[in-house]
Nanobody, 125 residues
Framework: QVQLVESGGGLVQAGGSLRLSCAASGRTFSSYAMGWFRQAPGKEREFAAAISRNGANTYYADSVKGRFTISRDNAKNTVYLQMNSLKPGDTAVYYC??????????????????WGQGTQVTVSS
């Protein structure tokens, strides 16, 4: 079992920045692909960004490409999401998830094994 704890959310004005962190328990963090998804009120959870096990490959939704950067530190069992040029449309609860399958499907919510409790990001106009 993996436990994930997100942090770093908050209230920010449009154009501002936030850095989310997701700390994982256990000693096998480097064996998991990691993803960030977000869910706005009344909407389904959607893919935002993902990163491969060794951090060499990253993937982004079109809506965040060029503004968000995902990274990971396997020595610290932590994945990050740097969010710049935030827009009101980025307002959502942000969740990190792990995926252990050999063939990773980064953008599929159902392919992830474990999730954190989420952290709220609110962007005011």
């Amino acid at each position: 079992q993996v436990q994930l704890v997100e942090s770093g959310g908050g209230l920010v004005q449009a154009g501002g920045s936030l850095r989310l962190s997701c700390a994982a328990s256990g000693r096998t963090f480097s064996s998991y692909a990691m993803g960030w998804f977000r869910q706005a009120p009344g909407k389904e959870r959607e893919f935002a960004a993902a990163i491969s096990r060794n951090g060499a490959n990253t993937y982004y939704a079109d809506s965040v490409k060029g503004r968000f950067t995902i990274s990971r530190d396997n020595a610290k069992n932590t994945v990050y999401l740097q969010m710049n040029s935030l827009k009101p449309g980025d307002t959502a609860v942000y969740y990190c998830g792990t995926q252990s399958r050999a063939f990773v499907i980064y953008t599929d919510y159902g392919a992830y094994d474990y999730w954190g409790q989420g952290t709220q990001v609110t962007v005011s106009s």
